[in-house]
């Protein structure tokens, strides 16, 4: 009889909504490979005029090209496409703003602790520099987080990050509502729904890499999914 391998590698699939993004997707997807054991990436690409799908494609990621239109939307078009050998789903915008280096202790918390059903980076700490957001930004960011949680009761300090590692099994079958910036709002209370805990660890945020995509407009979205799922 063979014996078991004393070393298990998840399957891992890197998931990035990308409209635009020539000149930060390359350094993304690049620092991803570095940081990750051969990890699967897709990009769903919104209909780019630039040339971030020939970039995304010469450093090895797949390509699939969006039908319908905002984040929310490329993320139900990614979950239809994931495998069954697939253990873990992450989650990263194309902008090089989140530092892949924090991805495998993300991924590992999750392999100790199995009640965890999402680990998420959040940017509100310590070493946030202001350089990297707006303060217009940081404070509609908490006035969001704060109805976040007192509507919705899952206590997280920065609910909107876009750096999240999921389980693979609890979104496998996931029907996203959502179709712009607010499908984080909603994978939140899905996750929690399913009966999992979600956990946040620190992370540093670094300025953008191109032209930055969120409105005024996407934090009322936003705040209209918060009050939604509130109901359920």
């Known amino acids: 009889m063979l014996e078991k391998e004393s070393y298990f590698s998840p399957s891992i699939l890197v998931v990035m909504a990308a409209l635009d993004e020539e000149s930060g997707i390359g350094p993304t997807i690049e620092e991803l490979r570095q940081h990750l054991d051969k990890p699967?990436?897709?990009?769903?690409?919104?209909?780019?005029?630039?040339?971030?799908?020939?970039?995304?494609?010469?450093?090895?990621?797949?390509?699939?090209?969006q039908e319908g239109k905002g984040k929310g939307n490329a993320i139900a078009c990614a979950i239809e496409r994931i495998d069954t050998d697939v253990d873990y789903v992450v989650f990263t915008d194309a902008d090089y703003t989140y530092p892949a280096a924090f991805l495998p202790k993300m991924i590992e918390f999750l392999e100790e602790n199995p009640q965890v059903g999402m680990v998420c980076g959040n940017r509100f700490n310590s070493h946030l520099q202001l350089s990297a957001m707006h303060n217009a930004f940081i404070f509609g960011n908490r006035i969001l987080a704060f109805t976040h949680n007192l509507l919705n009761g899952v206590a997280l300090q920065d609910p909107l990050t876009g750096l999240r590692v999921v389980r693979a099994k609890i979104i496998r079958n996931w029907k996203p509502k959502s179709?712009?910036?607010?499908?984080?709002?909603e994978l939140n209370h899905y996750v929690e729904r399913q009966g999992y805990g979600i956990v946040e660890v620190e992370i540093p945020y670094r300025d953008r890499i191109g032209q930055k995509k969120l409105r005024f407009s996407h934090g009322i979205t936003i705040l209209k999914r918060i009050l939604l799922e509130s109901m359920y």
Do not use: W
């Open 40 to 65: 699967s990436i897709l990009v769903i690409d919104g209909k780019s005029m630039d040339q971030t799908i020939d970039v995304a494609k010469r450093l090895g990621a797949d390509v699939l090209i």
């Open 179 to 185: 179709d712009n910036f607010d499908i984080e709002v």
